[in-house]
């Protein structure tokens, strides 16, 4: 082989291998600026493309986590347990409005003076003897409730009056404030009754500035046949 040959074989043979090594350098350098530290963003990663095993654990901590970014929608239902919950304010809470109901019996009302001849009991109170008797009963409802229906349940078997009234009292006062009031028929019939009224008068309920009561007169002849069998209060209040 002559010199002139192998001069023109070299030179090819080197301009080979630079074009090569250029073409490598073409291709890995912007690899590795891709992929140098806190280069790939989102706009780098296909939809979808992250899964959970490609991320560490303890990887996503809180302060990676976008204020208001995790939704009801992105938890799994029963996966948030007491334990995970620090506290919540009442003001993060809806509650739904619940109608609840209270109950007082007769039986729970006291008399108002001393020297009334009554019996109580069965949850009903009555005069034993005497025309007049007067009787009350204190009423606890949550404060912010609102009362929407109360029932007075009575035995009529007399001509003499029988009344129920709910009441409120301001703490540093004696005005009382009726609620509604309930003046039992006149009427000589044996059996059991009872008075709705919803159209309460003052129907939420003011813990910090009322007291809240009930009364029963008994008035009139014979009134011993006469029975209060107490009264059911209606009342609704938004909470657990």
């Not at 990676?64 to 239902?77: E, P």
Request: aromatic residues 8%.
């Amino acid at each position: 082989m002559s010199k002139e040959v192998l001069k023109r074989l070299l030179v090819k043979g080197t301009v080979s291998y630079l074009a090569v090594f250029l073409l490598i350098l073409t291709v890995a350098v912007p690899a590795m600026a891709v992929l140098a530290a806190d280069s790939v963003n989102s706009a780098a990663i296909i939809n979808g493309q992250v899964k959970t095993k490609d991320i560490a654990k303890r990887a996503v901590t809180a302060k990676k986590i976008a204020l208001g970014a995790v939704r009801s929608a992105h938890i799994k239902d029963g996966s948030i347990q007491t334990a995970d919950v620090a506290s919540i304010a009442d003001s993060k809470i809806s509650y739904s409005t619940k109608t609840r109901h209270l109950s007082i019996p007769g039986d729970a009302f006291v008399p108002e003076l001393n020297g009334f001849d009554y019996v109580s009991g069965r949850s009903s109170v009555q005069m034993e003897t005497g025309a007049f008797g007067a009787f009350t009963a204190p009423i606890s409802l949550p404060d912010g409730a609102t009362v929407t229906n109360i029932r007075f349940n009575y035995y009529d078997n007399a001509a003499a009056y029988l009344d129920a009234r709910v009441q409120r009292r301001p703490l540093l006062s004696n005005v009382v404030h009726v609620m509604t009031d309930f003046p039992s028929t006149v009427g000589a019939l044996p059996e059991w009754r009872s008075l709705d009224d919803n159209t309460i008068s003052f129907p939420a309920i003011d813990n910090e500035n009322y007291f809240y009561s009930a009364s029963i007169v008994f008035n009139g002849t014979a009134s011993y046949n006469l029975k209060a069998g107490g009264l059911i209060i209606t009342y609704q209040i938004a909470g657990p």
